[in-house]
């Protein structure tokens, strides 16, 4: 793989592709195939937020940058809360880069996951992270069915966001209704002016196709999404303190905006589905 844009470093046990080219620089993980920074070129602004306590050594998956949520998001897997992992198994796994390539719109990098099928999902299909770091950082998640049986899943692309304060972010964009995961998944309409003053934790329930991260008034990142069914928004706000990996002020720099499929997505044999999510700084 002769990409010049892409380095490969090992650190902790785990190994990090460091790409560096004329638009952005980026950093994804192997473990998880996960990606942990993207910084255009443009304003040297990193987009991306990982938790300063977050585990890069393996033992558990990473808290921040774009988790890969497969074949199931959250606990939605049939089974009771805590007997299989939260958002399923891909992002606890080693992925293989399959190929790499640049030209003039940036890096081009394609990851396999070591195994696609584990419990809870017990189908024959393929997964392909496709991720190109440009002026915009494309993510695609793309499943195949390779069985003879049709199988139905659901997925997120769970990117942590980097703000410079969260009661200083308006997002824009996100219309339609969601569904509350604090206020026992009540039906609510969208907020005319979305900002941020509390816990939140919402799975809007339209296939929102642009986002957009507005920061004192200021556009900053937009979020575009494809093949995607809903949007999920999640802060966890003074609830960071709890969890292990998280700085207790954490919440103040970071918003979770996660293209997403929750309802369900039904793949016939041969059939394959791509949910793309783009960030574009503004």
């Known amino acids: 793989m002769s990409t010049e844009s892409l380095q490969v470093s090992e650190s902790n046990g785990l190994t990090f592709l460091e790409i560096d080219n004329h638009l952005a620089t980026a950093k994804i993980s192997l473990y998880g195939g996960h990606v942990l920074s993207f910084i255009p070129k443009k304003d040297e602004k990193e987009r991306l937020w990982v938790s300063p306590h977050a585990y890069l050594n ?24 805590g007997e299989l992992p939260a958002h399923g198994f891909l992002r606890t796994q080693m992925w293989q880069l399959t190929s790499s390539s640049e030209d003039e719109q940036g890096t081009h990098i394609i990851l396999t996951p070591s195994f696609t099928r584990g419990e809870g999902f017990e189908y024959d299909c393929a997964v392909t992270l496709s991720v190109s770091i440009g002026a915009t950082l494309s993510v695609s998640l793309i499943t195949e069915n390779t069985g003879v049986v049709p199988f139905t ?74 093949g995607n069914d809903s949007l999920v928004v999640w802060n966890p706000w003074q609830g960071a303190a709890s969890i292990s990996d998280m700085d207790p002020f954490g919440y103040k720099h970071m918003l979770c905006v996660e293209s997403s499929i929750t309802q369900g997505k039904t793949l016939q044999p041969t059939e394959s589905h791509a949910m793309v999510q783009t960030i574009t700084p503004v």
């Open 153 to 226: 899943y659901n997925c997120a692309l769970h990117s942590y966001f980097h703000v410079e304060h969260i009661q200083a972010v308006r997002l824009e964009g996100v219309t339609g209704e969601y569904k509350d995961k604090l206020d026992d998944w009540a039906v609510k309409p969208t907020p005319d002016n979305y900002t941020f003053a509390a816990e939140t934790d919402r799975i809007h329930m339209t296939a929102v196709e642009n986002a957009s991260i507005v920061v004192n008034d200021t556009p900053f990142t937009d979020v575009g999404s494809q």
């Open 58 to 81: 393996g033992e558990r998956p990473i808290r921040g940058g774009i988790p890969v949520c497969w074949p199931w998001f959250s606990d939605d897997h049939g089974k009771a809360q």
